[in-house]
């Protein structure tokens, strides 16, 4: 048995809301139909799973649905061996993501597109600066934050970590991070058409 827990939390222009009531369910990639477990978030936007793996790594991802925001997919940095407490879900209107991409980012989404939104960080779970994302195949733009908001200008990770990759093919793509001197694993996840996914590269 393992533990996944964390908060459901809408981003917006101003901060972020808990969210009391969002859907987060649990799927193995070898069966996106069939949810492992399911739980709703508390009013403070808090949500645990107990998951049985049968000594089995969970090779999966958690869907977080709520009303009036997008459907959003975390993926973890690799397959789940272990209880795993930083499966914080960050979700967002659709006029947010306009924001991001079109106006902050300088980059028309394309909504038969996907949009991944990556969080580098080292072993120790702390957020990485200076580091570079990729995808494969290629995102149409990659951005990244700098003082704690999205912009064009912006070329590697700041503090927080954070970087976005933008018009991806919807379907399987390998997400990938570096900096000189540093080693971090690449990874699959599924981007998928007006939705977010999130995941993290350790």
């Not at 072993?123 to 990485?128: E, R």
């Not at 990759?165 to 379907?171: C, E, F, K």
């Amino acid at each position: 048995m393992i533990t996944v827990s964390g908060t459901a939390t809408e981003r917006g222009a101003t901060g972020s809301t808990p969210l009391n009531g969002a859907t987060i369910a649990a799927y193995r990639n070898s069966d996106p139909n069939t949810a492992v477990v399911s739980a709703m978030t508390d009013a403070s936007g808090m949500y645990t799973l107990t998951i049985s793996t049968n000594g089995v790594a969970l090779d999966g991802y958690l869907k977080a649905t709520y009303n009036g925001v997008l459907d959003t997919y975390l993926y973890p940095p690799r397959p789940l061996v272990a209880d795993f407490a930083g499966a914080s879900v960050f979700m967002v209107s659709a006029n947010t993501l306009d924001l991001l991409s079109n106006l902050l980012c300088r980059n028309q989404q394309d909504l038969a597109k996907g949009v991944i939104a990556v969080l580098v960080s080292d072993a120790a779970d702390m957020p990485v600066a200076g580091a570079m994302v990729s995808s494969m195949p290629a995102a149409a733009k990659y951005c990244y934050n700098s003082g704690g908001n999205p912009s064009q200008n912006a070329t590697m990770t700041d503090t927080d970590g954070i970087g976005y990759m933008l018009n991806v093919t919807a379907g399987e793509v390998t997400v990938s991070a570096s900096k000189s001197g540093s080693t971090f694993s690449s990874h699959k996840v599924n981007a998928r058409a007006n939705s977010l996914t999130t995941t993290i590269i350790q």
